[in-house]
């Protein structure tokens, strides 16, 4: 079974731009949580949707958004960015991700912001 | 408050021993996991505690007391390849949202 996806791996953008990232889930996997990562606040809950639906969110401004389809993929955008925006991002897929506590992140992608 | 703490950097031989501490303020959660993120990797599950008491998967085994509102995750017969930062993570009753404490570093040496 193919893992988490995540695209593009690598991006570089500049200040007041704005940014969509993909996450693709694992087949069957219909919860996906996004997170930040940065070496001074470690990773961070952003949002985390269900069947179409954000049910969690993290404490971010709402210059972060997200959204997933139908198929489960899912995407988040940034907009106006900022250099403190420069990160790791990272989704996370699992089943229904209620009780259970095992998710399974993709590689990330890392976005920097000059 | 909701918070996990966790000391930062530590460092061993091949062959031995680390504990990973990981003390928590909070009430309410499902339960204790542990992942495992290597250099430019993505973060791996590695052990979960729902209940209090140890849970052993080979070489790595991990222990909660809520009551003590702490875990540990025990790394045995250290290898090179367990160089990687070691968070632990709680879910929180009520939403679905992991909360990672800071992470560990676990440099091992020959």
């Known amino acids: 079974k193919a893992g988490v996806t995540q695209t593009p791996r690598y991006l570089i953008k500049t200040r007041g731009q704005q940014v969509t990232l993909s996450c693709s889930p694992i087949?069957?996997?219909?919860?996906v949580s996004w997170y930040q990562q940065t070496p001074g606040q470690g990773l961070q809950f952003l949002f985390e949707?269900?069947?179409?639906?954000?049910?969690n969110k993290g404490n971010f401004p709402g210059r972060f958004s997200g959204r997933q389809f139908s198929n489960s993929r899912s995407e988040m955008n940034v907009s106006t960015l900022e250099l403190g925006d420069s990160a790791l991002y990272l989704c996370?897929?699992?089943?229904?991700?209620?009780?259970?506590?095992?998710?399974?992140f993709g590689p990330g992608t890392r976005l920097t912001v000059t | 408050g909701q918070s996990l703490e966790q000391p930062s950097e530590v460092t061993a031989v091949e062959g031995a021993i680390v504990q990973i501490n990981c003390t928590y303020q909070?009430?309410?959660?499902?339960?204790l996991s542990w992942y495992q993120q290597h250099d430019g990797g993505a973060p791996t599950f590695l052990s979960y505690n729902a209940l209090d008491g140890l849970e052993e998967t080979g070489r790595f085994s991990s222990f909660l007391s809520r009551s003590d509102s702490y875990g540990y995750l025990l790394l045995q017969e250290l290898q090179m390849k367990d160089s990687a930062s070691y968070f632990c993570a709680v879910k929180y009753y009520g939403n679905n949202r992991l909360a990672f404490g800071k992470g560990n570093q676990v440099v091992v040496i020959p």
């Open positions: 909070t009430s309410g959660f499902y339960g």
């Open positions: 087949s069957g996997h219909r919860s």
């Open positions: 996370a897929s699992s089943f229904t991700g209620l009780s259970g506590y095992e998710q399974y």
């Open positions: 949707y269900f069947s179409e639906t954000q049910r």
